[in-house]
């Protein structure tokens, strides 16, 4: 959660101003990552508007962040327990210097993380944005649970076996990136993030490392 404990009032304003009025977007480009602390925000900011002009919904897969351009996808993974999820940037934050990220509940939830409010994550970016992305969430494409990327076909098939007496729609998907071959075991096809969060959450119930990504 966005908590500034430890830090003065007036401080808090004051670094909140700062970094609304003056946004310092970096360059950005596919593959980039960095590492450090996540934090979470929920009830106390649903509804409200963010930086991009979006209304915050704390059931849609988003983040905030003080420098990737709006629209960018990341690819969260919490390093305590190897869960990971794709969001989206829509806000400007978290404002206290040594965290990194600021995830929506959603997402702290498939995280692991709404217990603890902190976790030490990998930030990847998954997408970058062309323009201004700033349309609400959900308009764009459709959504999909992956369980698990092998070099192997055969070990994405074997897991498909092991799934596809209680989740029919499983499928191996084969990826290319640069010199090198993935076969991804995903599940569903959703018309919405609401729908494969749901979704995560049973299969994270089984042990599976779950990410929530568009279809694409």
Known sequence: M???RGASFLGMICCL?????????????????????????GPEFHGRRTSSGQIYDMYQLTA????????????VTNLNNGR??????????????????????AAAKLL????????LVRVVVSHVPAGDETEPIG????????????ASEENAKSLKRELVASFPDVEVVRR????DTFFRVRIGD???????????????????NVIIMERN
């Open 2 to 4: 966005r908590i500034w």
């Open 17 to 41: 101003v700062a970094s609304c009025a003056h946004p310092s977007v970096r360059p950005v480009s596919f593959g980039a990552g960095e590492t450090g602390l996540a934090s979470w925000y």
């Open 64 to 75: 905030a962040h003080r420098e990737l351009p709006l629209g960018t996808w990341v690819m």
């Open 84 to 105: 990971s999820v794709e969001v989206r940037v829509n806000d400007r934050g978290p404002f206290v210097r040594d965290r990194i990220l600021d995830v929506s509940y």
């Open 112 to 119: 692991g993380m709404i217990g603890s409010g902190l976790a």
């Open 139 to 150: 308009l764009k494409g459709r959504y999909t649970v992956q369980v698990g990327s092998f």
């Open 176 to 179: 290319t990136i640069g010199v």
């Open 190 to 208: 959703f018309a919405g993030p609401s729908e494969a969060v749901a979704m995560a959450e049973r299969l994270a119930a089984r042990g599976l």
